[in-house]
C-alpha cells in the first residue's frame, strides 16, 4: 500500500486495485463492471464464468480489511442492462445482504448510463457526477474541475514495463496528473489500456499484491566502491 496527498486529502493506493480516504472511512472503486462476462455469453462470446463472485470476494476482503464506512463507485457499477437479470445480480443481491450496514454511492459512468440505475433493492444512491467529498470531486470521467482535485476512473489504465531480457510487462496502474487521477479498473473481467504521461505526473503499478511508484523514477543507490 502506497499513501499520497491530493486535493488535501490522505489517500491509499491499495493492491486491489482500489483507494481508500482514511479521514473520511470511504472505500474508491472504479469500473468493477458487474455482470460483464454475462453480457458477453448472452451474445454468444465465449468468455469465463465466476467473475462477478471474484468481483464480489474482493470487495468484501477490501472491506473488512480497511474497516470502510462507504463505498463510492466511480461509474461502470454494471457493465449492461444484462446485468440486472440472475446470476449475477443475485450475487450482488446477496452480497449486500452480508454488508447491510455500508453506505454505497454510485456516480454514473457512460455504461451506467446504458444499464440504468441498480435495483431498490441494493440501497445505492446514484448521482451524477461530480460528487464533492472534502478536497475532492469524484467522478467517473478523469477531466479536470475548477474547485479541487478529481479522482476517476474509465480509462482503465495501465503500463507496460520493460526488462533486462527483452521481456514487457503490462501492469494496471494509479496515474495522477495534474488537477486529476484515474483509479485501475477493480472488476475481475475488465481490459487495460494504455497511458500518455507526461513530466509532473506520477505513476503506481499494481504487482505481487503490492503498489509500487514507478514514475518518476526512483533515484538509484549509490553504487559502492
Same mark, same amino acid.
Given at each position: 500500500?502506497?499513501?499520497?496527498?491530493?486535493?488535501?486529502?490522505?489517500?491509499?493506493?491499495?493492491?486491489?486495485?482500489?483507494?481508500?480516504?482514511?479521514?473520511?472511512?470511504?472505500?474508491?472503486?472504479?469500473?468493477?463492471?458487474?455482470?460483464?462476462?454475462?453480457?458477453?455469453?448472452?451474445?454468444?462470446?465465449?468468455?469465463?464464468?465466476?467473475?462477478?463472485?471474484?468481483?464480489?470476494?474482493?470487495?468484501?476482503?477490501?472491506?473488512?480489511?480497511?474497516?470502510?464506512?462507504?463505498?463510492?463507485? %466511480? /461509474?461502470? !457499477?454494471?457493465?449492461?442492462? #444484462?446485468?440486472? @437479470?440472475?446470476?449475477?445480480?443475485?450475487?450482488?443481491? =446477496?452480497? *449486500?445482504?452480508?454488508?447491510?450496514?455500508?453506505?454505497?454511492?454510485?456516480?454514473?459512468?457512460?455504461?451506467?448510463?446504458?444499464?440504468?440505475?441498480?435495483?431498490?433493492?441494493?440501497?445505492?444512491?446514484?448521482?451524477?457526477?461530480?460528487?464533492? %467529498? /472534502?478536497? !475532492?470531486?469524484?467522478?467517473? #470521467?478523469?477531466? @479536470?474541475?475548477?474547485?479541487?482535485?478529481?479522482?476517476? =476512473?474509465? *480509462?482503465?489504465?495501465?503500463?507496460?514495463?520493460?526488462?533486462?531480457?527483452?521481456?514487457?510487462?503490462?501492469?494496471?496502474?494509479?496515474?495522477?496528473?495534474?488537477?486529476?487521477?484515474?483509479?485501475?479498473?477493480?472488476?475481475?473481467?475488465?481490459?487495460?489500456?494504455?497511458?500518455?504521461?507526461?513530466?509532473?505526473?506520477?505513476?503506481?503499478?499494481?504487482?505481487?499484491?503490492?503498489?509500487?511508484?514507478?514514475?518518476?523514477?526512483?533515484?538509484?543507490?549509490?553504487?559502492?566502491?
Amino acid at each position: 500500500m502506497s499513501t499520497i496527498v491530493v486535493g488535501g486529502e490522505r489517500l491509499a493506493l491499495l493492491p486491489e486495485k482500489a483507494a481508500f480516504l482514511p479521514d473520511h472511512g470511504t472505500l474508491l472503486i472504479a469500473d468493477a463492471h458487474v455482470g460483464k462476462s454475462a453480457s458477453f455469453r448472452r451474445l454468444g462470446i465465449p468468455v469465463p464464468g465466476g467473475t462477478t463472485t471474484e468481483t464480489l470476494t474482493a470487495l468484501d476482503t477490501l472491506v473488512e480489511r480497511v474497516g470502510a464506512r462507504r463505498i463510492v463507485f %466511480l /461509474g461502470d !457499477l454494471l457493465h449492461s442492462a #444484462h446485468a440486472h @437479470a440472475a446470476p449475477a445480480m443475485a450475487a450482488f443481491v =446477496g452480497w *449486500r445482504r452480508l454488508h447491510p450496514e455500508l453506505d454505497l454511492t454510485l456516480v454514473r459512468g457512460n455504461h451506467d448510463d446504458r444499464a440504468g440505475d441498480p435495483p431498490a433493492r441494493l440501497g445505492i444512491v446514484t448521482v451524477d457526477e461530480p460528487l464533492r %467529498l /472534502g478536497g !475532492l470531486w469524484l467522478c467517473h #470521467h478523469p477531466v @479536470a474541475r475548477a474547485g479541487g482535485y478529481v479522482l476517476g =476512473g474509465h *480509462r482503465h489504465p495501465c503500463v507496460t514495463l520493460s526488462g533486462r531480457a527483452f521481456d514487457r510487462l503490462r501492469l494496471p496502474c494509479f496515474w495522477f496528473a495534474r488537477g486529476v487521477g484515474v483509479l485501475p479498473a477493480f472488476g475481475a473481467f475488465t481490459g487495460m489500456h494504455p497511458i500518455g504521461a507526461v513530466p509532473g505526473d506520477r505513476i503506481f503499478v499494481v504487482a505481487d499484491r503490492q503498489v509500487d511508484e514507478v514514475w518518476p523514477a526512483r533515484p538509484r543507490a549509490a553504487a559502492r566502491r
